[in-house]
Each structure stands twice: as structure tokens, then as C-alpha cells.
């Protein structure tokens, strides 16, 4: 939008679509250029005219913003204009008046109704007229106001109206004093339209043919030009209502469609809602499925498992058996050996005895004696041998016997394992086979049907929608990955400008600092000529004045002209050449300042990684800075010291040492943006920390250049302000730069340049010296002439050894910088070397510029008035010798110039170690962070071609399953017709198989009842038999203590001992009955016992209860089973009672005699037939067979007699209802025990 359009007063509409009223419109303090201050309706501003606290207009808080006239769309409606103030005799009830009070009352408020107008018009005609303006006024307004902010044009509606017979109509009806601009201007306003045609009426005709004074012709033709514009108006009126009408149709009906869309919406959303946990459960279902089906490949495994070590343990039993058998067999067939063997020992003795009785000395002398001693000997010795085979191999025996009994042992053990795994293997088959027949009888269900077929449509009108869905998912797909796609071409782009942009900026730099040096210099050439310029100028008017001239002095003269307009034109040249210089200077700053605007705009643009990083690149940006700064001033300061002006300064030995302090921080900043370039991306973030440590610095440097800017430049306190520079960045360099090879090649280029620095100052704080003294000891004798001259001579020569050194650091330097290019450098154990000759270097300085300060102190004396002798500079030469380097001199330069020689010497020594490419090492060169930091970007952004491919497999997927669920969708089709027809069918055959079922049913209870009657008759034989035994028992306790009383005799006696045994059977009475109660008792704690385990057994294994139909169909299910029960539970009842009438019946005797507890060697049963061992708790003996197994059997039995009858309530219940534990309770369902 051009300024020039702008006014103060226009409503205009901003870019991003928001309006406003111009309020303000100028320059401005906080920022330059030209400002427009904008006041909104709404509080969507920044400030309330003021910025800085300065106003520049009035508004509420949060209502204004400045903004550029670029941020101006357009203009939406013209300042209102100021109208004429009304005359005082106007009339109230004139048409003008009228009409004007009809116009302002629709120019404040553009939302009261029309009423409002209408109330205050009169019957006449012209009246009607600014009535019925009035209301279309009122009718457009708003409506023009609505769409223009939309954004559509109105314009098609509103040129028609706008035309020459509303202009006509409204000038025609004006007052004479009034200006029909004016109120042009304000209709124009009021109906917020264009321009007007260039056919309206002219005001003059208007005026004229208002006026009183115009013939009564006119006025009949000005009547009838009125009444046909406002027929025509009203014609337009009427198109303009029917529009209205139908826009308001048509926002009706889009009110509907989005009402529709809503309700559609949340339809969508609650049928989601209701589809998650549908396939949350079917989820869990298949969950439990696998889990259960894990469980039993489990046990599957472990039951192989158990079989294969009782098969081992098996074949190892019977192994370990046929072993022993056969040591058996060996033992017995030694022992029949031993026994043999004694035999013949007894037989052989017994010969033996009999040989030594019968025999005389004579015949046992004899062969055949000394044959059977020698005999016996051997078979004596045999006997030994045979009895300790036989002790050992009883021992090898007995040791196998005990390894066999402990193998048997553990079989034991394990075979124990193996019965506990198989109950457990037959409990989990038994689980599974009860999971398996719940899954068939839910499958095979009615209800699972009808639910099938109503999830089934479900499911199909959810996979329309999800059709739908994903067909919109699909197309903002597209769009997303095209706006990635333009996004990182975008990227790119402005990544390249920002490169480019930057190398511009480098290149703008570079050629400022080149334009600045050569306007510097021509600025001095400029002012040389035109000294010069003077100076000849001044000749020539003396020339000019002497009237004595010779022909050589005009011939000089005209040279000199000649030569002064050579002069003039060289002037004239460079003053161009500087006008061009000037002129390219602004142009680049031109294209500078653009560059660093369209930088600042694309960094808008940028990710949020830059942000992160951004402080670390502002550091990098102020150490090259820093360094560049530093080189400036230490070219300036390298100027003045060599210049061949006389020394005038105190301190120009101080700038020796500036010069040396600049150099070292242009070489550390030089180090910090080598270490920031090749640096890990970790490693840069934390050099973010630097920039703020290093603005006192730059501040610093900023400072002196102004100084060299003013001529102004102190070297001493800036010597003392880089002293304190120099410290901030040493301990920066200590925390931020590493230790690896390549900060290592930095250091020693670092050290070079220093030592090369120092040199240098050497020299020219050495040619300073030597210039001072000629200029200030003049020569007055042979000696003293001698004197100075070899004081100069030796000076020379110490300069020219200074620039030797200086040479061979140059050459050093030269090869650490080739060496550094291309990733070499020395190893570390050479450092020793360059700390020592910067060390050395560093020195000769301080002593140099210590021995000019002496000297300078010495000849600028002001209070001397005798001549300086050399001897005098001797001894400040002395004195500096003895400060620096503590040691007394009798001779000039004695110490320096052998420590220079050496120094010259390391120098050469450390050229020869760095063209010594064996003590080379190799550096890894990294890459700069920012392109690191790019590439992850790139990388991040890049869409593989392995993603595009499994989107294109997932949509072919997609498109297969939408097939497959079309297919499925007709078999369900087809199957439920199937259904319904099967249906039909077998509603008879379903009730004669139920019947059938119950039947059967019935005739498995009456078998289980008669098994059950037959086992109680049994259990009572036996019982009945163990009673008759034990009155058998007491009959014949009876008689015996009968007997006993009768050989006892006496008749009180027999009295006394009948009423002891009446007394013990009453005391064995009440004994049983307190027995009765405390069995009873232990029942009770047992029942309650094990309802606590059963709970929680139940509670571990519910998934193995819960149902496999959705919670719906449960509680239908759960109302019909209510039904039934409620039908079937009094013949339930009624069985549950005859069961518990029989339990006293069926309940067996639980023998605890084969417990294993007792500790009787032997024991009989309740016959009196059966022997059990001693180690019969050793014995294996099934689980069933068990006491606790058979009790826990009835009372189990009990309890399911119990919950039958009550309805879930066992004995526990009754209890817990106010039930006591009276003995005819206790006794219904006792359980016989006999010990």
C-alpha cells in the first residue's frame, strides 16, 4: 500500500485480515523510517498509543500497534469528513434537516433498526425519499460491513446503487447552503461503497435546481425525475431484499449442515467409545487363550520332562537291583568258597593232631612231614590271603549298598514329584477341558449368534466409516508430505541464500576494509598535495614579486608551474577516483545492510536448533571479531613506532609491548575459531558460555580504536587494559580449548608468531634507540666521536642479528602452517623447545624496551642544560642489564647479545625439528558443527524410500482386507439365512434332546445314588463287624472282672465295684460327648479353613471363569438363568435335603492308623488282619488313600449339600446367620473316625 494513500481517520484492514482505524502516521523515536499507529475494536493490539514513554495517540490498553505501511492490505472506508455547521434559522421540520438528522442517525449507530428513521418522517414526498435512503442504509450496512471482512466483493452490489440518481436525488434535496459534496461524501460513508461514477450529476445542476429561485418548469421535470429514480430504487431495493433472503437461506442451511456434521461427529466418536472395549475384551480373551494354551504346552513339557527322568531313574533302579543281585550272588558263592575252606582247615588240623600224636621224632624229620609242614604253611597263608579278599569285598558291598539304598532313596523322592506333577497335570486338563467346553458351548450358543450377526453389522457400518476415514487420512497424508517435501525445498533454498548471503557479507567486509585503507591513503595523498599545492603556490606569488628574475630563475619557474599543474591534475584524478571509491562504499553498504535484514528475516525461517546453537555462533563471530580488531590496532601502533617521524612520546616503548600483547590475542582468537570450526556438536554448545565472557574485551577494543580515531591513543593504559584481556582469555583457552594434536599444532603457531612478534619489537625498539641517541649526542671529540660510533655500530649489528632471528622464526613459522594445512604437526615432547625461545624471545624484549625507557629518560631531561655523553647511556644500558637480567656489565650488550646468538641457535635447532617430517604426527580434521548440525537436519527430514514402500504394502493390505471383509460379509449373509433355516428346523429336535439329556441325567443320578447306597451299606457291614468285635471285647472285660469279684468275694465288694463301673461308663459318656463337641468344633475350624483357600484359589484362577460373551449378553444370559433357577430350585432343594438325610449313611470310617505317626514297631488294623511294618511311613501309598484326602472328600461333599440347599450358603452361612452349632447340627453331617 504507498504512503501517499494513507490518511489519519481511514479504516483499513490489515494482512493478516484484522481492522483498524489509522490514528498515527510519522517518524517515530523508538525505531526510524516511516510508522503507522493502527487502534483495533478489540484488545488484539500491543500497546495503547505510547512506546517508550512517548505518545503518539490516545487508546485504551491493548487496543494500538505500530506497524509498517507494508502491513496494509487495504483501505476499507475514508475518514469521515467534517460538515458545515447548520445555520441557525433552519427550520426543524425542513426536508434538509430532516434528512440530515435522518443521515447522522444512521452514521452513529449502523445497527439500530429501521424504526428508528421511520418514526421521525413526515407524509411529504421528498420526505419519503430520505426515509426510504435511510432504510437502505440501515438494511446495507451491516451486510457490506459482514462480507467485506470475509473478504468477498460487494462492489457488484452496492455500483448500481451508487450511481447518478441517488447523487441526483440526494444534491436535488440538499439546502442552498449546504454542500452537496459533503453530502456525497457522507452517503458514500454511510453505505461504505467505491467511488461513483463519473456520470453522477454535477453538484452546479443540483444546486440550481434546489434553489427557490428556479421556474416552476424545472421543478415539475426535476419531480418527475425524482419519482422515476425512486421507482427505479425501489426496484433495486427489491432485488437487493430477494438476495438478502437467499443468503440468509443459504446460511441457514449451513448452519444445518454443521449442526448435521456435529451430530454426525459425536455419533462417530460413541461408536468408538462402545467398539474399545469390544476389542479391549476380545484382546484379553485371546490373550487368556494363548496364555492358557502356553500353561498346557508347559505342563506338556514338563509331564515329558518328569516321564524321561523316571524312565532313567527307572532303568538306574533296575540296573543298580541286577547289580546287587549279582553281588549277592558273588557274596554267596564266597561264602560257600570260605566254608569249604574251613572244612578242609578242620579236617587238616584234626589229621595234623593225630599225625603229631602218632608220629615219632624220627618219622617227623621226614620228607613227608616236612611236605605237609610246608603244606600247611601254604594253605595257612592262603586262608590269610582268602580272608582279606573277603573283608574287602564285603566292604566294596557294603559300600554299594549304601550308594544303592541312597539311589533308592532318591527315587523315592522323585517319584513322589512325579505323583504331585501328574495331579497337577490331571487338574490342568481337567481346567483346560472345562475351558474348552465353555468355548464350544459359546460358540455353539443362540445368543453368541444373534450377537455375531449384531457386532457384524456394527462392524460393517464401522468399516464404512473407516473407509471414509481413511480415505481422508490418505489425502492429508498427500498434503503432508507435500508441504515436507516444499518445506525442506524451502529449507534448502534458504539454507543456500543464508550461504550465499553470508559469503556476500565475508566479501562486503573485506572489500570495506580495503576501501577504508585506500581512502585512508588517498585522504594523506590528498593532504600531502595540497600542502604542496600551497607551498608552490606561496613560490609563485614570491617569483611573481621580484622584479630581478634571470632567464634560469623563469625557466625554474615555468618547471615549477609545470610541475604544480601535474600536481593539480593528480590532485583533480584522485579526487575522482575518491568520489568513485566513495560512491562504490555506499552502494556496498547498501547491499550490506540488505544482506543483514534478509539474513534477519531468514532466520525467522530457521528450526529451533539454530536458536539453541545461536549463542555459540555469535562467539565464534566475536573472536574473529576480536582478532580482527586487534590486527587493526596493531597495524596502527606498528605504524607510529616505525614511522621516521622524531620521538616525542613517552611511551612509545610501551607500544612495543602493545604490539606484542595484540599479537597475542590475535593469535588465541585465532586458536578459538580453529577449536569452534573442528569441534563435536557438544562440544559447541558450550562454547556459548564465551560470548558473554568476552564483551569486556571487545569493549576494550573498541575503545582503542577510538582513541586511534581521535588521535587520542595512551600506550601505557592500554598496555595495562590487553594485560587484563590477556588473563580472561588465557583462562577461557584453559576451559575451553583441549588438549589433542591439533590444539597442540595451534599452540606452537601460537608461540612462533609470539616469538616473531617479539623479535620484531626488538628491532624496532633497538632502531628507536639508536635514532635518539644520534639526534641527541652530538659529536664534540675523537673519543667521544669513537665512542658513539661504536655505540651505533654495535647497535646495528645487534639489530641485524634481531632480523635474522626474526627470519629463521618466519621460516619456522612457515613450515608449522604448511605442516598445519595439511593435518600435521610435531609431537608433544618438542614443546619444551618453542616454551623455552618464546621464553628467551620475551626477555630480550622486556630488556630492550626497559633499555629505551632509561635512555628515553635520560636525553629528555628538562632541567638539564650540559651535553649528554655516551657514558651516560652506557650506564642506562647497565641499569636495565642488572633490572631484566641480574647481572652487571662492563660492556655493551654483553649479556644480550649472547643470548640473542643463543637464541639464534634454538631457533635454527627448532627449523631442523620442524622440516623433520619423522616427528611428524597426523591430526584427525573434523568437520565445522554447523555442518554436522545441517546434516542431521537434511537427514531428519528425508523421507526413505523404505517408508514409501511399506505405506504402499500397508494400503495394499488395507485394500486386501477391505476384499476379504466384503467376501466374509457374504458368507455372514449367506450363513445367517443358512442359520435361519437350521433354526427352524431343529426347534423340535432341540427339545426332544433336551428331554433326552434329562432323562439321561436322571438315570446317572439314580446310578451314582445307587453306587453311593451301596458303599454306605458296605462302610455300615463294616462298621457293624468293628462293633460286634469291641462288645465281644468288653463282654469279655465283663466276665473277667466278674470272675475277679466272685474269687474276691463278699457281697459289699461286689456293691462297690458295680458302682465303680456304673461310674466309669458315665465318665466315658460324657468323655464322648465332650469328644463329639470338640470334633464338631475342629470340623467347624476346618470348614472355615478351607472356605478362606477356596476363596483364594478362586480369586487366582478367575480367568478361568470369566465369561467369553461381551458383559450385555451376560446379564440377559444371567436373567434368563435366574428364571430358570428360580423354576428348578424347590426340586433342587428337595434333592439336596434327601442328600443330606443320607450323608450320616454314606459317610465312611477314616482309618488313622496308616498315618505313619504312631510310634509302635507294629500295629493291627480295625479287623485285626493287616501287619503294618515299622518304616511304614517310608512306604509309598496313593494320595486318595490318605486320611486328610477322605475327610476333605466328605466335608466337601457336605458343603455342596449344604450351598444346593440354601442357595450359596453352606454351614458357614447358617453360622453367620445366627445359627448355633447344636449338636443335632453337628451330628448331621458327622464324619465316623476310628483310631
Known amino acids: 500500500m504507498g504512503d501517499a494513500n494513507l490518511k489519519v481517520g481511514q ?17 517515530t523515536a523508538f525505531a526510524e523510517g516511516l510508522w503507522v499507529g493502527v487502534e483495533f475494536d478489540d484488545p488484539s493490539g500491543k500497546n495503547d498509543g505510547s512506546v517508550q514513554g512517548t505518545r503518539y495517540f490516545d487508546s485504551k490498553p491493548g487496543h494500538g500497534m505500530f506497524l509498517r505501511p507494508m502491513g496494509v492490505a487495504r483501505i476499507v472506508e475514508e475518514p469521515k469528513p467534517k460538515a458545515p455547521a447548520r445555520p441557525a434559522a433552519a427550520r426543524p421540520g425542513a426536508p434538509g434537516a430532516v434528512a440530515r438528522r435522518a443521515t447522522g442517525s444512521i452514521d452513529q449507530g449502523k445497527g439500530r433498526p429501521s424504526s428508528m428513521v421511520a418514526e421521525s418522517s413526515t407524509p411529504r414526498p421528498r420526505m419519503g425519499i430520505s426515509h426510504q435512503e435511510a432504510r437502505s442504509r440501515l438494511d446495507f450496512s451491516p451486510a457490506s460491513k459482514h462480507k467485506r471482512r470475509n473478504g468477498s ?46 456520470g453522477a450529476s454535477p453538484p452546479s445542476s443540483s444546486r440550481t435546481s434546489a434553489s427557490p429561485s428556479a421556474p416552476v418548469a424545472q421543478r415539475s421535470v426535476s419531480a418527475v425525475q425524482k419519482d422515476a429514480e425512486i421507482k427505479e430504487l425501489q426496484t433495486k431495493l427489491r432485488v437487493l431484499e430477494e438476495k438478502r433472503a437467499e443468503d440468509r437461506e443459504k446460511i441457514a442451511t449451513l448452519d444445518r449442515v454443521q449442526e448435521e456434521r456435529n451430530k454426525y461427529e459425536q455419533i462417530i466418536q460413541k461408536l468408538q467409545t462402545k467398539i474399545q472395549p469390544l476389542s479391549q475384551e476380545n484382546n484379553e480373551l485371546k490373550k487368556n487363550l494363548k496364555e492358557a494354551e502356553s500353561r498346557l504346552e508347559q505342563v506338556e513339557a514338563i509331564q515329558a520332562e518328569h516321564e524321561t527322568i523316571l524312565e532313567m531313574a527307572t532303568l538306574d533302579r533296575e540296573m543298580a537291583e541286577e547289580q546287587t543281585e549279582a553281588y549277592k550272588a558273588d557274596l554267596e558263592a564266597v561264602k560257600q568258597r570260605l566254608e569249604e575252606l574251613e572244612l578242609e582247615n578242620e579236617i587238616l588240623k584234626d589229621e595234623n593232631q593225630e599225625l603229631g600224636q602218632e608220629m615219632n621224632p624220627e618219622e617227623r624229620t621226614s620228607m613227608g612231614w616236612l611236605q605237609l609242614e610246608r603244606e600247611n604253611e601254604r594253605l595257612r597263608e592262603a586262608l590269610l590271603r582268602l580272608r582279606d579278599i573277603t573283608q574287602e569285598s564285603e566292604a566294596e558291598l557294603r559300600d554299594q549298598l549304601k550308594s544303592l539304598e541312597e539311589d533308592n532313596q532318591e527315587l523315592s523322592g522323585v517319584k513322589e514329584q512325579y505323583d504331585e506333577t501328574k495331579t497337577k497335570l490331571l487338574e490342568a486338563e481337567a481346567d483346560i477341558e472345562d475351558l474348552r467346553q465353555q468355548l464350544d458351548a459359546a460358540l455353539g450358543a443362540e445368543e453368541m449368534i444373534e450377537e455375531l450377526t449384531e457386532k457384524n453389522l456394527a462392524l460393517n457400518e464401522y468399516i464404512e466409516q473407516l473407509k471414509v476415514s481413511i ?27 543464508i550461504d550465499f548471503k553470508d559469503a556476500i557479507i565475508a566479501d562486503l567486509g573485506r572489500r570495506a576494509m580495503q576501501q577504508d585503507e585506500t581512502i585512508s591513503d588517498q585522504e594523506y595523498t590528498i593532504l600531502r598535495f595540497r600542502e604542496l599545492v600551497t607551498n608552490l603556490q606561496s613560490d609563485m606569488e614570491d617569483m611573481r614579486a621580484s622584479k630581478e628574475i634571470s632567464e634560469t630563475q623563469a625557466q625554474d619557474l615555468n618547471n615549477r608551474s609545470r610541475a604544480m599543474m601535474d600536481l593539480n591534475r593528480q590532485l583533480q584524478a ?16 547498501l547491499e550490506a545492510q540488505e544482506a543483514a535484514e534478509h539474513l534477519s528475516i531468514v532466520q525467522l525461517f530457521l528450526p529451533e536448533a539454530f536458536h539453541s546453537e545461536r549463542e555459540s555462533v555469535l562467539a565464534l563471530l566475536r573472536f574473529k571479531r576480536i582478532g580482527f580488531k586487534a590486527s587493526l590496532v596493531h597495524n596502527f601502533v606498528k605504524d607510529k613506532v616505525s614511522g621516521d617521524a622524531p620521538i616525542n612520546d613517552e611511551d612509545i616503548f610501551e607500544a612495543c609491548d602493545v604490539l606484542d600483547k595484540l599479537t597475542w590475542i590475535s593469535a588465541m582468537c585465532d586458536r578459538f575459531v580453529t577449536a569452534i570450526s573442528t569441534c563435536s556438536l557438544d562440544q559447541f554448545a558450550r562454547f556459548e558460555g564465551t560470548l558473554y565472557e568476552l564483551e569486556p574485551v571487545e569493549r576494550a577494543l573498541n575503545g582503542h580504536i577510538d582513541g586511534l580515531k581521535r588521535d587520542e591513543l595512551k600506550e601505557k593504559q592500554v598496555a595495562e587494559e590487553l594485560h587484563r584481556s590477556i588473563a580472561v582469555m588465557s583462562h577461557l583457552a584453559e576451559t575451553h580449548l583441549g588438549d589433542g594434536l591439533e590444539g597442540y599444532a595451534n599452540d606452537i603457531v601460537m608461540r612462533t608468531l609470539l616469538m616473531q612478534s617479539h623479535l620484531e619489537t626488538t628491532a624496532a625498539a633497538l632502531m628507536l634507540v639508536k635514532g635518539e641517541v644520534q639526534t641527541r649526542i652530538p659529536s664534540q671529540g675523537e673519543d667521544e666521536y669513537d665512542g658513539v660510533d661504536r655505540f651505533i655500530s654495535k647497535t646495528e649489528e645487534i639489530i641485524a642479528q634481531s632480523r635474522s632471528a626474526k627470519v629463521i622464526v618466519g621460516k619456522a613459522l612457515r613450515t608449522l602452517q604448511e605442516l598445519k594445512a595439511r593435518s600435521l604437526t610435531l609431537q608433544n615432547d618438542t614443546l ?25 629518560q635520560l636525553l629528555h631531561e628538562d632541567t638539564r642544560t650540559e651535553p649528554f655523553t655516551i657514558s651516560e647511556v652506557r650506564s642506562a644500558m647497565f641499569k636495565a642489564s642488572e633490572e631484566v637480567f641480574s647481572v652487571s656489565e662492563s660492556e655493551m650488550y654483553a649479556t644480550f647479545a649472547a643470548r640473542l646468538r643463543k637464541l639464534s641457535e634454538d631457533l635454527t635447532e627448532l627449523v631442523n625439528i620442524t622440516s623433520d617430517l619423522e616427528l611428524t604426527v597426523e591430526f584427525e580434521k573434523h568437520p565445522a558443527p554447523w555442518v554436522l548440525r545441517s546434516k542431521e537436519l537434511q537427514d531428519s527430514k528425508i523421507v526413505s524410500v523404505d517408508t514409501e514402500e511399506e505405506v504402499r504394502r500397508l494400503k495394499e493390505e488395507v485394500h486386501a482386507r477391505s476384499m476379504q471383509i466384503k467376501l466374509q460379509e457374504q458368507k455372514h449373509e449367506e450363513a445367517a439365512v443358512k442359520i435361519e433355516l437350521l433354526e427352524s428346523r431343529t426347534r423340535d429336535s432341540s427339545k426332544k434332546a433336551q428331554r433326552i439329556t434329562e432323562l439321561e441325567k436322571k438315570i446317572e443320578e439314580n446310578k451314582n445314588r445307587e453306587k453311593q447306597l451301596a458303599e454306605a451299606l458296605e462302610t455300615q457291614v463294616r462298621d457293624l463287624a468293628a462293633l460286634e468285635t469291641e462288645k465281644e471285647k468288653w463282654k469279655t472285660q465283663a466276665e473277667q472282672a466278674k470272675a475277679i469279684e466272685a474269687a474276691m468275694g463278699g457281697e459289699g465288694r461286689r456293691d462297690s465295684g458295680g458302682e465303680k463301673t456304673v461310674a466309669t461308663k458315665r465318665e466315658i459318656d460324657a468323655l464322648k460327648t465332650d469328644i463329639q463337641y470338640l470334633e464338631a468344633a475342629n470340623r467347624f475350624l476346618r470348614q472355615s479353613n478351607r472356605r478362606e483357600h477356596i476363596g483364594k484359589v478362586a480369586a487366582s484362577t478367575s480367568w478361568l471363569r470369566t465369561t467369553l460373551v461381551p458383559p450385555s449378553k451376560v446379564a440377559a444370559s444371567a436373567a434368563d438363568g435366574a428364571a430358570q433357577n428360580a423354576e428348578a430350585m424347590p426340586r433342587r432343594r428337595l434333592a439336596a435335603l434327601q442328600e443330606i438325610t443320607n450323608l450320616p449313611t454314606v459317610s465312611k470310617l477314616v482309618n488313622l492308623k496308616d498315618t505313619g505317626d504312631s510310634e509302635e514297631e507294629t500295629g493291627a488294623d480295625t479287623a485285626g488282619e493287616n501287619i503294618r511294618p515299622k518304616n511304614s511311613k517310608l512306604r509309598w501309598r496313593p494320595m486318595k488313600s490318605t486320611p486328610q ?41 458327622a464324619v465316623g473316625i476310628v483310631r
Open 574 to 589: 584522485s579526487a575522482s577516483s575518491t568520489k568513485m571509491k566513495t560512491i562504490d562504499m555506499e552502494l556496498r553498504k
Open 1189 to 1229: 484326602w477322605q475327610l476333605s472328600e466328605q466335608e466337601l461333599r457336605r458343603a455342596e449339600a449344604w450351598e444346593a440347599l440354601w442357595g450359596g450358603k453352606g454351614m458357614g452361612g447358617l453360622y453367620d446367620d445366627g445359627g448355633m452349632d447344636t449338636p443335632w447340627s453337628v451330628s448331621t453331617g
Open 153 to 198: 466483493a460487494p462492489k457488484a452490489y452496492f455500483n448500481d446503487i451508487d450511481g447518478p440518481s441517488i447523487s441526483g436525488a440526494r444534491t436535488g434535496l440538499a439546502k442552498p447552503g449546504e454542500a452537496p459534496t459533503a453530502r456525497t461524501a457522507a452517503a458514500r460513508q454511510s453505505l461504505s461503497v467505491a467511488k461513483p461514477r463519473p
Open 11 to 27: 479504516v483499513i484492514e490489515l494482512n493478516d485480515g484484522r481492522i483498524g482505524v489509522i490514528r498515527f502516521i510519522g517518524d
Open 832 to 856: 619444551n623447545s618453542f616454551e623455552e625461545c618464546q621464553d628467551a624471545s620475551d626477555d630480550l624484549a622486556h630488556y630492550v624496551r626497559k633499555m629505551g625507557e632509561n635512555v628515553f
Open 471 to 497: 480415505e481422508e487420512l490418505e489425502t492429508l497424508k498427500e498434503l503432508n508430505d507435500e508441504l515436507e517435501v516444499n518445506h525442506v525445498e524451502n529449507e534448502k533454498q534458504l539454507q543456500e541464500q
